[in-house]
């Protein structure tokens, strides 16, 4: 079972960037795709961007693609999400999961989580 530990959130500025990094200290992990989603205070949690294992192919909320960019370093069992251009609206609690399905995302196991908050 993974065991997923997000770290990088933080308060920002708008138009700033965070760099979000989802480790599994427990195994390796390149042979599952990890997906990131968000949830905001009174609202669903959303999907935001997802890898393959592999590395090899990605996806993204229509809102963050452009902004966000999401990768991984399999030998360091880490993946990252590269934020830039954060605006109010990406506040929420990030946190990332070891998926099942690739579209529509879903999944297994997930991290407890790291904050986001952009403002001014």
């Known amino acids: 079972q993974a065991q997923l530990v997000e770290s990088g959130g933080g308060l920002v500025q708008p138009g700033g960037s965070l760099r979000l990094s989802c480790a599994d200290p427990?195994?390796?992990?390149?042979?599952?795709?990890i997906g990131w989603f968000r949830q905001a205070p009174g609202k669903e949690h959303e999907f935001v961007a997802a890898?393959?294992?592999?590395?090899?192919?990605?996806r993204y909320l229509a809102s963050v693609e452009g902004r966000f960019t999401i990768s991984r370093e399999n030998a360091e069992n880490t993946v990252y999400l590269q934020m830039n251009s954060l605006k109010p609206e990406d506040t929420a609690l990030y946190f990332c999961?070891?998926?099942?399905?690739?579209?529509?995302?879903?999944?297994?196991?997930r991290g407890q989580g790291t904050q986001v908050t952009v403002s001014s």
């Open positions: 890898i393959r294992g592999s590395g090899g192919s990605t």
């Open positions: 999961a070891a998926l099942r399905a690739w579209n529509p995302p879903a999944y297994d196991y």
């Open positions: 427990g195994r390796a992990f390149s042979t599952y795709a």
